[in-house]
């Protein structure tokens, strides 16, 4: 470790070796590309020429290659801040606090929570949108009259009743214990995404031909000009808002060489990538349809059917599973809190517990006999985080056997995932009792699955994390998971609510414009510039070039949160609540 930055209070210590923490992962530059790549492009893509349509063609182009261009940098300070005084951190909130502490944890796992609650509104916003432009082509093909009620025409009320379709067909899938349980989450989604971004790239470039658009962008009032350009800027932050799955992608790359390296070698192969997918539907898509464009540009094209069908079943296909990567993380969070309580309420019951016996033959685990910190199996010395995290879990002699449906949660075996973070700091809970149960869950597990290893690991999905999780106890994704009946509620009151605001607040674009405006100023710049100002030493242009950014896009994170908000009260001032409205148009190749 030779960088080093002397802070107020503490020193932290950085890794900037070849090799990294040693480690038996399985990831590389093409996985950690793929899981990028796939993780940036998504629905996103389909707002960026409505959003140019408003800045016109000189500020809509320059804005695009600017927000990437600090998006790489970003992501290239926060892989340099993968490993900080020997702790690897594999969630951005587990970062956060190590460096920052507890407080702006907080504030960053807040804005978490904002981000996956705005996001699920917006895909099943999407997801409708796409489940009525569906009905519309397909009565297209068939001849009927796209305006009647049986091709759910916006006109008739379309929107809101695929709403509530889609909301229905989410409450099932959410029924599905955790994302392990369902590796073809990621396999759908990523085809999803990649069929119907390249469909809209390729339908944009035929017709770019046309030459629509001006520099000035969009006419209309000065306020609402002002308003949308806003709104517009928060659409393109929502593109490229993808901070927080960089460092559990990081922590899926094998050591040696160095996580540190690899990772900005993704970074540069993958965001670069997804950059000029970005540049091209933006560009082309106004250029095909200039000031016509609607907030998601498949709805522009008129044809062929054939191919608008497929793009929009693609949308649809994805929306369902980038729900449940979202969402499932809500559900984590939700129901680690009813875990902790009843295994909190188990703990203070006797006959929960059963003391355990020693077979014939068997010795009592010692110390000398407990298995190598990391570092140790490393050849490192080990670090006094390793050290205060095998005291808080280390049980106490007296050990107990444990049933997990007294506990209050099931245990389904899964394949093995990675250990807990490293980051992650479990405070030792008072009952003596509940810390010698939570070992033995973990040691049964490792036990069980030790030697053990899926095929499909390493192109596993990356997780969303909302940062409020109790981490005390074991989560959804280690195959501990509450009962059916407690999973049904929580999780059908979550998907109920995202669904009546998605009925009554059906605008897609101004959605995207709030997600992008309220998370990714916090997320993308502000937490990231900020640990790596507290960990490594800044000066010069370097210094001044990042307080630009930093300042610059605050600035633009305002006013986009503004057009945002008023670009949605606006809408839903005329919008018809479960009524029929016109606000969202279908164009197919009949109409």
């Not at 590389?28 to 800045?55: D, E």
């Not at 956060?96 to 904002?114: C, D, E, P, R, Y």
């Not at 989604?189 to 944009?204: C, E, N, W």
């Not at 969402?327 to 129901?335: D, I, S, V």
Request: hydrophobic share 45%.
């Amino acid at each position: 470790m030779d960088a080093s930055s002397k802070g107020s209070t503490r020193e932290f210590v950085t890794r900037n070796d070849s090799k990294g923490i040693p480690n038996n992962k399985t990831g590389n530059v093409f996985t950690g590309s793929m899981h990028v790549f796939c993780g940036v492009v998504g629905a996103g893509v389909l707002a960026l020429p409505y959003s140019v349509s408003w800045l016109g063609w000189v500020a809509g182009p320059t804005l695009v290659i600017v927000f990437y261009a600090f998006s790489l940098l970003s992501s290239f300070l926060l892989a340099s801040l993968f490993e900080v005084n020997g702790i690897e951190h594999s969630r951005y909130h587990h970062l956060v606090s190590h460096v920052l502490g507890s407080k702006s944890a907080i504030m960053a796992s807040v804005f978490q929570l904002l981000n996956i609650f705005l996001t699920t509104i917006a895909y099943t916003i999407t997801g409708a949108n796409s489940l009525v432009a569906i009905a519309q082509i397909a009565c297209d093909i068939e001849g009927k009259d796209l305006d009647s009620s049986s091709c759910f025409s916006p006109s008739s009320g379309g929107i809101w009743k695929m709403t509530l379709i889609f909301g229905g067909v989410e409450l099932f899938l959410s029924q599905v214990r955790n994302l392990e349980e369902a590796w073809w989450v990621s396999v759908i989604g990523t085809l999803g995404s990649l069929i119907y971004a390249f469909i809209a790239m390729i339908l944009s470039l035929v017709h770019a031909g046309n030459r629509e658009g001006s520099v000035g962008g969009r006419s209309s009032t000065s306020a609402n000009k002002a308003f949308n350009i806003m709104n517009a800027l928060g659409a393109i932050g929502f593109a490229y808002n993808f901070s927080l799955i960089l460092p559990e992608i990081q922590d899926t790359l094998k050591q040696p060489p160095s996580a540190i390296r690899t990772m900005k070698k993704v970074c540069s192969i993958a965001i670069t990538g997804a950059f000029f997918f970005y540049f091209i539907v933006a560009v082309a898509g106004y250029a095909a349809l200039g000031d016509e464009v609607t907030e998601i540009v498949l709805d522009s094209f008129c044809g062929p059917n054939w191919a608008i069908m497929l793009a929009q079943i693609a949308i649809l296909l994805h929306m369902f599973t980038a729900y449940q990567v979202f969402g499932q993380a809500m559900f984590n969070t939700l129901e680690s809190h009813v875990k902790y309580y009843n295994m909190r309420r188990a703990a203070k019951k006797k006959d929960a517990f059963v003391p355990d016996t020693i077979e014939e033959g068997e010795e009592e685990e010692t110390e000398e006999s407990q298995p190598a910190s990391p570092s140790e199996q490393a050849g490192l010395p080990t670090t006094p985080f390793e050290k205060l995290k095998t005291a808080e879990v280390r049980p106490s002699k007296k050990q107990h056997h444990y049933d997990t449906h007294m506990l209050g949660f099931e245990h389904h075996q899964l394949n093995p995932i990675e250990s807990r973070l490293s980051s992650t700091l479990s405070t030792a809970l008072t009952e003596t009792e509940l810390s010698s149960v939570m070992w033995r869950l973990h040691s049964a597990e490792d036990k069980s699955q030790n030697g053990r290893q899926s095929g499909l690991s390493m192109f596993r999905m990356y997780s969303a994390d909302t940062g409020f999780a109790n981490e005390e106890v074991p989560l959804n994704d280690e195959g501990f998971v509450l009962p059916f009946q407690y999973r049904l509620v929580i999780r059908s009151i979550y998907v109920g609510l995202i669904t009546l605001l998605a009925c009554v607040m059906p605008f897609f674009s101004a959605f995207a414009g709030l997600v992008g405006a309220v998370t990714y100023f916090p997320l993308a710049i502000y937490f990231p510039f900020t640990c790596y100002r507290k960990v490594f030493p800044v000066k010069g242009m370097f210094s001044k070039l990042l307080w630009f950014i930093f300042t610059f896009t605050m600035l633009v994170a305002i006013a986009a949160t503004i057009g945002s908000l008023r670009t949605i009260i606006v809408g839903w001032s005329t919008y018809q609540i479960f009524g029929g409205n016109d606000s969202v148009s279908v164009c197919v190749a009949g109409s």
